[in-house]
């Protein structure tokens, strides 16, 4: 079982920069392919960016490609969603997500991770 705990939302301005942090726990992050997926209220959680367990693998979702970066430490056990220029429109609930694997695979489906965290809320305004 691996736990995930995010951190480093908050509020912030249109143009702004965030640094989510998501600290993983029960298993090594280098047997995980981690994920990062937001939620706005009514509306399905969406698919933002994965990196693979080999780090060498990245996959964001267009709206976000250029401006959100994902980054992992694994000494740290820790993944980071580095995002810059900020949008209103990134306005939602973070979750970070894990999946057990190996190589370089990535998901994009929320239904591929079986382990999530409690999420962490950033608004940016306009």
């Known amino acids: 079982q691996v736990q995930l705990v995010e951190s480093g939302g908050g509020l912030v301005q249109a143009g702004d920069s965030l640094r989510l942090s998501c600290a993983a726990s029960g298993r090594t992050l280098s047997s995980l392919v981690m994920a990062w997926f937001r939620q706005v209220p009514g509306k399905q959680r969406e698919f933002v960016v994965s990196?693979?367990?080999?780090?060498?693998?990245?996959s964001y979702e267009d709206s976000v490609a250029g401006r959100f970066s994902i980054s992992r430490d694994n000494d740290k056990n820790t993944v980071y969603l580095q995002m810059n220029s900020l949008k209103p429109e990134d306005t939602a609930v973070y979750y970070c997500?894990?999946?057990?694997?190996?190589?370089?695979?990535?998901?994009?489906?929320?239904?591929?991770?079986?382990?999530w965290g409690q999420g962490t809320q950033v608004t940016v305004s306009s």
């Open positions: 990196i693979s367990a080999s780090s060498d693998r990245t």
């Open positions: 997500a894990a999946r057990q694997s190996s190589g370089r695979q990535i998901y994009t489906l929320q239904d591929f991770y079986p382990n």
